[in-house]
């Protein structure tokens, strides 16, 4: 599956941004079986994860993002979109999409969020 994020930019602390991830050339019954997530990259770290939704709608979230950011999915918009609240400068990094289905893990470009204080 084919994966397009968007929605990046610049945003204060404390205010807010949202991600778009969208698979258009994925029928939606097979983008509703894969398990759709964010990850981000900050300068100098490891990729980690920010945020996951499962195939049940089931969610995911590291300690650091619980309570400013919701993850959720469209199946017939074939979209995934983390809503980000509260933007902390711990928040910089470049974001990342992702499906996985099984032993099949599928990356988007990244979008990069930059969080000024």
């Known amino acids: 599956v084919q994966l397009q994020a968007s929605g990046g930019g610049l945003v204060q602390a404390g205010g807010s941004l949202r991600l778009t991830c969208a698979a258009p050339r994925t029928i939606f019954s097979v983008f509703s079986a894969y398990d759709m997530g964010w990850y981000r990259q900050a300068p100098g770290k490891q990729r980690e994860l920010v945020a996951v939704i499962a195939s049940s709608g089931n969610t995911n979230y590291a300690d650091s993002v619980k309570g400013r950011f919701t993850i959720t999915r469209n199946n017939s918009r074939k979209t995934v979109s983390p809503q980000m609240n509260s933007l902390k400068s711990d928040d910089t990094a470049v974001y990342y999409c992702?499906?996985?289905?099984?032993?099949?893990?599928?990356w988007g470009q990244g979008t990069l969020v930059t969080v000024s204080s």
């Open positions: 992702n499906a996985k289905q099984g032993l099949e893990t599928n």
